[in-house]
């Protein structure tokens, strides 16, 4: 149901394919339901990803500014709620021990989080091998790129970890609402209050 290796290489995949085919790429329609979020998930964060460097672009026009927050705001919101249903779609299959003690991180957050990982991987490695960049550049680079894929190698094992505690009863996890503020017209004052 839940296997890290078989995400981050889902992940590190996608973010090959997605920059190499400028953006187009379908979610695999026979994925089964976890991975298909995991997937989804993933292209939010890829999009998240790439409308933040956009909003970096020196120069760019106050209105170009302005429609990628609005887009920054709705990719992390869908980017929060694909996290939520990863966990939902996970405690659904479920029968956890409500004695066991309470982990403080999701799956659904752990995997984000390596796909946030698969993202720096991919630009770091662009990065350590760019050839108008300096061989300083580079190498510190390569430098990081150990790491960042180290902290990937980590962040998979615990995941592999939790979930096989979760398994055998001696973990549990539950699900925490992000409860994210700044896009809800009701709860934002600076939106309500112009209203």
């Keep these: 149901m839940l296997d890290a290796l078989v995400i981050t290489r889902m992940q590190e995949e996608m973010t090959a394919a ?3 085919t400028e953006n187009e790429v379908a979610i695999e329609t026979g994925a089964d339901g976890l991975m298909a979020l995991a997937m989804a998930q993933h292209r939010a964060n890829f999009d998240l990803w790439h409308e933040e460097d956009k909003a970096r672009v020196p120069g760019a ?3 170009e500014i302005v429609r ?3 887009a920054i705001d709705t990719l992390n919101q869908r980017r929060n709620d694909l996290v939520e249903k990863m966990d939902v779609w996970l405690i659904d299959r479920l029968e956890q021990d409500p004695a066991a003690p309470l982990h403080s991180e999701t799956p659904g957050l752990m995997i984000d989080r390596l796909s946030i990982l698969a993202l720096k991987i991919y630009h770091t490695h662009e990065e350590a091998h760019r050839v108008t960049a300096t061989e300083e550049h580079r190498l510190r680079n390569v430098n990081r790129l150990a790491l960042i894929e180290e902290q990937r190698e980590d962040l998979a094992a615990c995941l592999d970890a939790l979930w096989s505690e979760v ?4 973990r549990r996890f539950k699900l925490y609402r992000q409860m994210k503020m700044y896009n ?3 709860l934002n004052p600076a939106v309500y209050g112009r209203v």
Excluded: M, N, S
Aim: a negative charge; aromatic letters at 0%; glycine letters at 6%.
């Design 18 to 20: 997605l920059h190499e």
């Design 61 to 63: 026009p106050d209105a």
């Design 68 to 70: 990628v927050k609005h």
């Design 167 to 170: 398994l055998a009863g001696r």
């Design 184 to 186: 809800d017209p009701e």
